[in-house]
């Protein structure tokens, strides 16, 4: 039979083993530069501690009747493991707080919230009175004492101070990861999970079975799961290049947003040679080497586990506590760096780099607009070295409609307005369709800002059938035919016609809808290159065949080729709004408004004019013999109930 004795010792060395284990593993693996790593070899060390202790304890303990000595030394271990005991729940909450990204650095930021303040001095108060309470024991006896037989006993005080403490410690802990479940990786979550339940397991055994003795060691074991799972990252590092990926990048800014943990990114980004270089001599092996040689230059500017590889040659640097001004002047010295060679293989090269600096959560306010940051396109005219602030918006307001975009048909935010068109007698003549996007996020967008980005994404077909569709329904109740109308104006992205099969596409769609088809007008706008007419007035010709009617829009904006504009067979020409705002300002403007029309009519069209808005240009147009109207004079676009009511009181 083995002693008891013997099996405590044996339990609490294998705890002690097991930490030692951890903590080498923790050294050798190098997973000791950032807080948090400190932190956990922190815990390891009081558990060691614990361990020893606890051994000295039941080795020692078996003399305490017989040796004043012994008995001196058996009181002294019981000492220092419950002021170490206490302190390891606390610091397992802290060692948390840095895993789910609350905690960056040791100091308390000094632009944390109040609460977040509070929640930092009631920490530490807690703390503080426990250990104070322990530390006074050999006075006051509140914790344990020994009997006159020197039998260990334990007090009101340890339950109090030891015990429920370190239990709301670990529930502390527990609803703040919860909190953040969902922005931890999987395998944190489960690493964490397991600690927990282990924790209340040897929390709950010590407590209720203390003679098992076993909770440092189910704490260590706990400690090795973290230690594979949380301090091992593996799966967060670009082992090549010695940082972080982009998986651990948007880990750790939706950390730091979920924690309202202010933070400025810088990015480094577009890292390539120079024209000028001698970059013949080199090939992408090369390239490879300068990434590495910037991301080692990185590194002596900034601590590496602020920095991530976020793309091929593309870095992210996370600034905590920076001041703008830090910020920028780190900024700075790293764009000078660039400005100097690399050496590379014995060669000298020059790389050139974008350098963007964003503040979280002013500027960028969630992960994917820094992404979109760190990734869009740079436009060429753009030639700050370093892009900041204001620079920003406008890459940050394009990520933002693109979203909105993306999602404007199934979030039901695209609707259709209407625009109502005169002939020059102020009878009702029609209606152009201008298409609205009310985002719940960005409220109206208006099209010009839209439908470029629509087109660039690619999804600009959807979006004209949707707008069709629309115009076929309401055209299927009646109502504009029974006001009067002629048609309503569909506008087309001169892209999309060019596709391949457009016309009977557009048909088909129409045709389901049941509706006539020369109730429909398309406008296409004349900014077509000049070589694609052909094409252009192949698919006009077919879908006036299909029973279409046709408009070109924009008139005088483009510097298209007139005979060929005037070949592709539309009925009615809408000249440009600018004209008619020109022909107001200078004699010269009226002269070429005047020959617009003149045009139109030569080519026997008929002219709409756009962007009316006064009584007197009204006038103007009457006497040169334009056909229609269309402006902000009759109606701006309406949605479509209003647009009926303002029909129907006509
Ligand atoms: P557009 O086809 O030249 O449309 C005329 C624009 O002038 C409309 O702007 C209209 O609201 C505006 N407008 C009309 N009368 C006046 C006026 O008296 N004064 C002033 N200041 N403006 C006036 P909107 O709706 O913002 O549309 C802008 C452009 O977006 C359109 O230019 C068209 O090219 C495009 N667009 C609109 N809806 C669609 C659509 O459903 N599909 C496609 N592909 N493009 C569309
Ligand atoms: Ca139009
Ligand atoms: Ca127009």
């Not at 060390?45 to 614990?50: D, G, K």
């Not at 009997?147 to 005080?157: I, M, S």
């Not at 439908?451 to 115009?471: N, R």
Request: net charge negative.
């Amino acid at each position: 039979m083995i002693r008891y004795t013997d099996f405590c010792f044996g339990v609490a060395l294998s705890a002690l083993l097991i930490c030692f284990g951890n903590l080498a593993f923790t050294i050798l693996d190098g997973h000791t530069r950032k807080p948090q790593n400190r932190i956990y070899m922190s815990l390891l060390m009081l558990l060691a501690v614990n361990a020893v202790c606890e051994m000295i304890n039941v080795r020692v303990g078996e003399y305490d009747m017989s040796s004043e000595v012994a008995f001196m030394i058996t009181r002294s271990s019981k000492y220092v493991y419950f002021l170490s005991h206490g302190l390891i729940a606390p610091v397992l909450y802290y060692y948390l707080s840095f895993v789910i990204g609350r905690s960056v650095g040791f100091r308390c930021s000094p632009d944390a919230s109040k609460k977040e303040k509070l929640r930092v001095i009631v920490s530490w108060a807690i703390v503080i009175v426990s250990e104070f309470i322990v530390a006074i024991n050999p006075l006051t006896h509140w914790s344990w004492y020994y009997t006159e037989e020197r039998v260990f006993h334990r007090a009101w005080g340890e339950y109090i101070f030891i015990y429920i403490t370190s239990g709301l410690w670990i529930i502390a802990a527990f609803i703040m990861c919860m909190k953040s479940w969902n922005i931890l990786s999987k395998g944190r979550k489960r690493s964490i999970a397991i600690c927990f339940l282990l924790a209340v397991v040897g929390v709950c055994l010590q407590l209720f079975i203390p003679q098992l003795r076993v909770e440092i060691l189910i704490e260590s074991i706990g400690f090795s799961g973290v230690l594979l799972f949380i301090e091992n990252e593996d799966d967060r590092k670009n082992v090549e290049l010695d940082v972080y990926n982009s998986a651990a990048f948007e880990l750790d800014l939706k950390a730091n947003l979920k924690n309202k943990i202010p933070v400025k990114i810088l990015i480094i980004r577009n890292i390539r040679f120079d024209k000028t270089a001698n970059t013949v001599v080199f090939g992408r092996m090369n390239r490879d080497l300068i990434i590495k040689e910037v991301s080692d230059y990185l590194g002596t500017v900034i601590q590496r586990y602020f920095i991530y590889s976020v793309g091929h040659g593309r870095f992210a640097l996370t600034l905590y506590n920076y001041s703008d001004k830090e910020a920028h002047e780190l900024a700075e010295t790293i764009g000078k760096r660039f400005q100097e060679p690399w050496s590379v293989n014995g060669f000298d090269i020059i790389v050139s780099s974008r350098i963007m600096l964003v503040n979280v959560p002013e500027r960028a306010k969630n992960v994917e607009e820094v992404i979109y940051i760190a990734e869009c396109p740079i436009p060429e005219l753009m030639e700050e070295r370093i892009i900041e602030g204001k620079s920003l918006d406008w890459i940050i307001r394009r990520s933002a409609v693109e979203k909105a975009v993306t999602h404007g048909l199934d979030n039901g935010s695209f609707e259709v307005y209407y625009q109502p068109t005169y002939n020059i007698d102020r009878t009702l003549h029609g209606a152009e369709a201008l298409l609205r996007m009310n985002d719940k996020d960005m409220g109206i967008i208006y099209p010009d800002e839209f439908i470029p980005i629509a087109e660039q994404l690619g999804i600009i077909d959807v979006i004209d059938e949707f707008v069709l569709k629309e115009v076929c329904k309401f055209l299927f109740t009646g109502i504009p035919q029974k006001n009067g109308m002629d048609c309503i104006n569909v506008n087309l992205s001169v892209l999309e016609c060019m596709k391949e099969g457009f016309a009977e596409y557009v048909s088909g769609v129409v045709e389901a809808e049941g509706i006539r088809k020369k109730m429909i007008n398309f406008e296409i706008t004349e900014s077509v290159a000049a070589k694609d007419y052909d094409h252009l007035a192949d698919v006009i010709e077919q879908l006036k065949h299909e029973g279409f009617q046709f408009s070109i829009d924009d008139y005088g904006t483009g510097y298209s080729n007139m005979s060929s504009l005037f070949s592709l067979g539309a009925d009615i020409i809408k000249i440009d709004k600018s004209i008619l705002w020109n022909a107001e300002k200078s004699e010269l403007g009226m002269t070429l408004l005047k020959t617009s029309i003149d045009m139109v009519h030569k080519m026997q069209k008929k002219a709409l004019m756009e962007g009316v808005e006064t009584e007197q240009q009204i006038e103007i147009l009457k006497k040169l013999g334009c056909e229609y109207l269309q402006g902000y004079y009759f109606s701006k676009p309406l949605p479509k109930n209003e647009f009926i009511r303002l029909i129907e009181n006509n």
